[in-house]
């Protein structure tokens, strides 16, 4: 079994960044609630803080998503997004973003909320956090401490901020659903709670459980089609909607996956915590 170091705080407290317009001319800055960068080993998770790291990071982003490194994939929600980057000797891994919102009230603030119907989680009286455009360096793609180390920030900021779910959209390459038969099926046993259930909110809505409830998928092909992210969701006991919404800009069809954060095991928890001190 391989040893992994424990992550450890490293450098000076970042200060906040410059505040700087977007695309769309808002003024935005970068702030989080643990400012100071992760690292273990070689890598180092920390927010981004200048606008060299945005244009690492967007350069990461415009060649995942869009297959261009040059590609603009910024959006509207990057304004009041939290950008974190994993790295390498200056070289940028990852990225991801967080969206912050006070409770359930506000998950009308989230890039999630244009694609699916939300209400009922309205009502969620604990902070939640959304996760967004998270992606991997297809040449990093097979270190698992990428992810690890990603997921130790993401579990701090948590921590930190009392939040009481994790959510956002999980995406499949390609939006034709035949691609992922196997893996959509899978997914019809981990479906939400009636009471938190996204509803549809288009009629591009493809309601995989209802059409795949009585399908029984290969399980290693399952298993295989799922998106790592997803599949570290659904370890820790996290939800997916009951139907997929297709995104013809980025060819991708996505589901709106959660986590309650009490609901996750407590070995599972234990072990996401260390690697976050």
């Not at 959209?169 to 099926?185: E, I, N, Q, V, Y």
């Not at 992210?229 to 959660?258: C, E, I, N, Q």
Request: proline share 8%; net charge positive; with cysteine.
């Amino acid at each position: 079994m391989r040893a992994y170091l424990p992550a450890r705080h490293v450098g000076p407290k970042p200060q906040p960044a410059k505040r700087r317009p977007d695309k769309e001319g808002k003024v935005f800055s970068v702030t989080t609630a643990c400012a100071a960068p992760l690292a273990r080993g070689h890598l180092t998770v920390r927010a981004a803080q200048s606008d060299a790291d945005m244009a690492a990071l967007m350069a990461l982003r415009g060649q995942v998503f869009r297959g261009d490194a040059a590609a603009d994939d910024r959006d509207r929600f990057d304004a009041t997004a939290i950008p974190v980057l994993v790295e390498a000797e200056g070289r940028v891994l990852a990225g991801f973003r967080l969206i912050v919102m006070a409770s359930g009230r506000d998950i009308g603030r989230g890039y999630a909320a244009a694609r699916y119907d939300l209400s009922r989680l309205a009502g969620f009286a604990a902070p939640i956090l959304e996760l967004g455009r998270f992606c991997i360096d297809p040449r990093a793609s097979l270190n698992p401490d990428v992810l690890r180390l990603a997921w130790a920030f993401i579990t701090r900021e948590v921590d930190a901020r009392g939040a009481g779910m994790l959510c956002g959209c999980t995406s499949f390459p390609g939006r034709d659903p035949m691609r992922h038969r196997a893996a959509l099926a899978h997914l019809t046993r981990h479906l939400a709670p009636d009471a938190l259930a996204p509803l549809a909110r288009g009629g591009d809505a493809i309601p995989f459980a209802r059409d795949l409830a009585h399908e029984t998928p290969d399980p290693v092909a399952a298993l295989a089609g799922l998106p790592p992210l997803l599949r570290t969701y659904l370890m820790m006991g996290g939800w997916v909607s009951d139907h997929a919404v297709p995104d013809p800009d980025l060819d991708t069809l996505h589901v709106f996956t959660a986590v309650e954060i009490a609901a996750i095991p407590p070995a599972r928890a234990r072990a996401l915590r260390a690697l976050a001190v």
